[in-house]
């Protein structure tokens, strides 16, 4: 039972939180939470594709697709097409560089789909006829410009990676993506499929980061390439990830919050741009404090607890007894 209600809390706080902030209708919370929605998006995808072991920084690439798929097939085949075009595109994106890629191991691995992310932004900006090249193009604007529906909107696409990100946690999936991590010789040797479960989960990663793109670009209704396929996209979603702690739902989750109310504090106390550098040290400092995470500081914190509680009673029980 409190397997059960641990693993609903996500998807109540989620759900309390957007409720409570569309009711208030305060602007800067809004797109406070906004902020915090896409960026856990993205770091959810990152790690659901990270339980196979591969350590992506092209998630720029998926992210900038989806913006600029939508933006592309909106006039041509309207609103609602155009929001599928973006999952067959990112799909397809996903399993031809799986294809090509997801043999290659660690930092081999890293190097193929961040020069993946930065070739993107090449050929956007070869292609102006097309794309818009470096001036930029004009997606459809999101809920009709409605922050309110926006944030609703968002909600919604950040409930579904929780769900998905779950269920790939679950039995079916994660003895399979621990094996393929740790030990992949033993893994296509017991008869998991190595390549196809990698593929598969490739395929998730980036249809989320691609829809999240596509969220993002309807915020504002234009974007630029150096705004979509920036790496800051293909590390943000890393940062958050390990901060939060991999291999959970929970961690992406709490590491968005955190490093969005750092950026706050740190933006607010210092201003201009040498916040960024305080941001940036405090983060370094908050991994190598906490390896594991949020998460594992907070499995550590409950640990200590319930010892101390078990080493409490059991010093009440010798002394009744003596």
Not at 70 to 76: D, M, R, S
Not at 177 to 191: D, N, Q, V, Y
Not at 211 to 221: D, E, F, I
Request: charged letters at 10%; hydrophobic letters at 55%; aromatic letters at 8%.
């Amino acid at each position: 039972m409190k397997t059960g209600l641990t693993r609903l809390l996500p998807y109540a706080l989620i759900l309390l939180v957007t409720l409570a902030l569309v009711w208030i209708d305060k602007p800067f919370w809004i797109q406070l939470a906004i902020g915090v929605a896409i960026t856990a998006i993205t770091a959810l995808a990152w790690d659901i594709l990270s339980r196979t072991g591969q350590v992506s920084l092209g998630s720029a690439a998926f992210f900038g697709i989806g913006s600029y798929t939508l933006a592309i097939f909106e006039p041509l085949i309207g609103l609602t097409l155009a929001w599928i075009a973006v999952v067959v595109v990112c799909a397809l994106a996903a399993t031809l560089l799986g294809l090509l890629t997801l043999r290659l191991r660690r930092m081999y691995f890293a190097i193929a789909t961040l020069g993946f992310a930065l070739s993107m932004q090449v050929l956007v900006v070869v292609f102006p006829d097309l794309t818009g090249g470096s001036g930029g193009i004009a997606p459809p604007v999101l809920a009709d410009g409605d922050p309110r529906w926006q944030l609703g909107l968002i909600g919604l696409l950040l409930l579904a990676a929780v769900a998905l990100s779950d269920a790939l946690l679950g039995l079916r999936f994660r003895p399979a993506f621990f094996m393929i991590r740790t030990k992949p010789e033993l893994a296509a040797a017991s008869g998991v499929p190595v390549v196809r479960m990698k593929i598969f989960a490739f395929i998730v990663s980036g249809v989320l980061i691609g829809l999240a793109g596509a969220c993002y670009g309807g915020l504002y209704g234009y974007v630029v390439p150096t705004d979509v396929f920036t790496t800051n996209w293909s590390v943000l979603p890393l940062a958050i990830a390990t901060l939060g702690g991999m291999d959970t739902t929970i961690g992406p989750l709490l590491g968005a919050i955190a490093l969005k109310a750092l950026e706050e504090v740190a933006r607010s106390v210092i201003g201009g741009t040498g916040y960024q550098v305080v941001y940036g040290a405090v983060i370094i400092l908050f991994v190598i404090a906490m390896p594991q995470g949020i998460v594992g500081l907070l499995r550590k914190a409950g640990t200590l607890a319930g010892r101390r509680t078990a080493a409490g009673e059991k010093k009440k029980e010798r002394e009744r007894h003596a």
